[in-house]
């Protein structure tokens, strides 16, 4: 016997087997607790007359250690604990921690009796450290029973790793199976509690969010450990174990590294960079919890593919929440599963109901376009897009720009001042936006214009009269149009002819707008993510659907041009590489994608795409797309931005209520909003209280905020700024030490461009 189909419907909360005996195939939809009791006349009489091995779960094999032993099964967290497992597992509830010091954390086991006749566990012990303690004994479990023992890790030093077994002695043979614990310190700082402090370092993953799976229990608990322990590692440092769970030449893209990196030394050393973009409060740990939903599995021979959903808490000073989407390739060999591919995107929000959430981009005021072109290459590398009167650069979500214009009178610079100000991006119609505004109550500066390109807008002020642009992004469509430019790079023919046909076919009806050609490409259970449009597409129709949006309704700033043959751009794939793991035959891509309508961009992206023979036809099981997240350059992104204010709490109430961004964090003296809308939260909008006598600040009706710029080396940034002859003021709003000043979780730096705009710098050494 053995399974040959395991879904999971976390909705009627039912597991369906399909079991197979011999030439008859059986098929089942029970409840899982109970699901092999009632399937147990059926088994009973079906190996009377042939020997029968189990599989799909092991829900039959003898799980002790003793010849001839009653057979019990153990689950934690609903995930099944084989007896002589020896690997504590962070998804089955055997590694505890990381547990805070003085507090303790208990994890429930359930016993099932999977027999006919009644099971006596004797007793049950721990050996091991004495953090681990239980009070279960003598436990007796009817056929078809089952009871829950409980075990509780209460640390006794901080910052250390202990370990346990549990030993279940039942009549004819003992269960066996590993417990670890880590402990670590409280960080003594207001800005996170206890309970917060608690969930760090997990990463939370029930079997019921397993939507789909073709693969027996064991496999599939297996890959899931991988899925999840990479992510664990990763918030705990923990690079060693990392190693351990993964092929040496790795393929991986991180919208937070920004490229493909090949092979196990080069990646370690991108996770240790990408450390540095998140609160470290405590070593080694990050202030992050996770969670794996919607994960979908699919096992062909030595090789699995992994897509799920990974929803993400952070941070320890400044809170925020995020959603991922994940594809993983596994291969297995005598050492079992191993990470062949991951590509992960980041930025996928639910916006919570009542709020539109935003989008922004952010303006500093020039003089002379080229000399701060040139001030700002030192730091920015070459612009995306530039002309005489604006050049632009794109640092994470947010893009910075340089401006000649006025803004119809509002932009009046102060020397050493903040004054920058944001473009915030609507997808609803500019002049309804503008009316709804008004009727708030809001200080609106102009009527609808149309003076900066194709994209309307208005200027309007806050409650202390901080200009900002509402501006709504309109495709535009060019009839005479030329049909987008498409080139895809195989040095050395290292893709096969017959499948490289296939991506040039495919980016083809990319660039080409052409949903339904695309969903037709897909194989009938096959996924599509693309970070352009932040939606994903199941099977052909669904896949269709899905790209309509993308080119249709584009997103709040990504919206392309096009030409009657499609998208107007040019793109470039390169960086060819083909992996093989099971039947499953992976390619990923590196993307560079140019915009030449009125909407002009640059920017690099990437693709994975899974395929799998189906005959002599090649078929496309999955597609993967991401944005390069961060820049290759000094300034990593724009990190946050700031409006002064005098009243804290109004201003915070009209972004809140009236702008509709959403519920901020809050810092000393500041409010922030994460970057959030349907393509994603990176980046943060800020208002700080000022005091316009002391500060110079808030200047009513006149441009005055900044951007802080995210860098790995605040001294390397001060350095090239003193070479640059940059004066380092101090705004006691902003900063209390001329030069680099060391607060709290952060390093600062807040300086003077050549124009006389106050901007700065911040390094985030994690403590």
Sequence with gaps: MYCEELVVDRASQRVAYCLQFGGITVKTGLKKRVRCFYLLFIIITLITFAGCSSGGGGNETDQTTGSGALSIEVRGNDWLIASGDETPSQIDGTEFGPTLETGSETHTFTLYNKTAAAISINSVELSGDASFTTDASEITLAPGDESDIKVVFTPIEANQKVNATVTLEITGGNYIFAMQGTTRAIWNNRKASKEDQQKWGRVQFDPETVVRSNAAEQDLKEIAEIAAGVWRDFVLMD??????RVEPDLVRFSEQWGTWTVGLDNIIENIEFEWTSWDRPVAPIISNNLTIEDFELRVDGNGAIATYALDLTFGARWYGEERGRVFQAFSKSNGGWKLAV???TWGVTNLEEGTTGHSFDYVYPVIDMDRAKAFYGNFLGEPEISTSLRTTWRLGRPRFHLDTGKLAGFVKRRNGLPNGYAIIYTTDDISAERARLESLGVDIGTEVLTDWGPDPYFVAMDPVGNPFVWMQRVSQHDPA????GLTIENPDNSIPADLFSEIESLFTDWAGADAESIGARMSADGVWWDTYSWVQGRRS???????????????HNRIFDTTPSGLDIDLVASSPNLRSVGAFTIVTLELDITGRGVHAFNEQASAVLSWQKDGQEWELIHVFIGIADISTDMALA????GYPVDNLSAAKNFYTDTMLFGNPYSDSAWFGWWYEDIIGNHGVFGIFRTNQERDGMPRPGETSGYASFWVESAQEAFDILESLGADFPVIWAINSV???????????IYTVDSEGNGMLFSEYPGD
């Design 342 to 344: 991951q590509h992960d």
């Design 638 to 641: 724009i990190d946050y931005t």
């Design 239 to 244: 690079t060693d174990t990392f190693s351990e």
């Design 481 to 484: 149009g030329d049909a987008p």
């Design 541 to 555: 129709d669904s896949v269709e659907a899905s790209l309509k949006t993308m080119f249709e309704d584009g997103s």
């Design 738 to 748: 001329s030069g680099i000043d060391y607060v709290p979780g952060y390093t600062q």
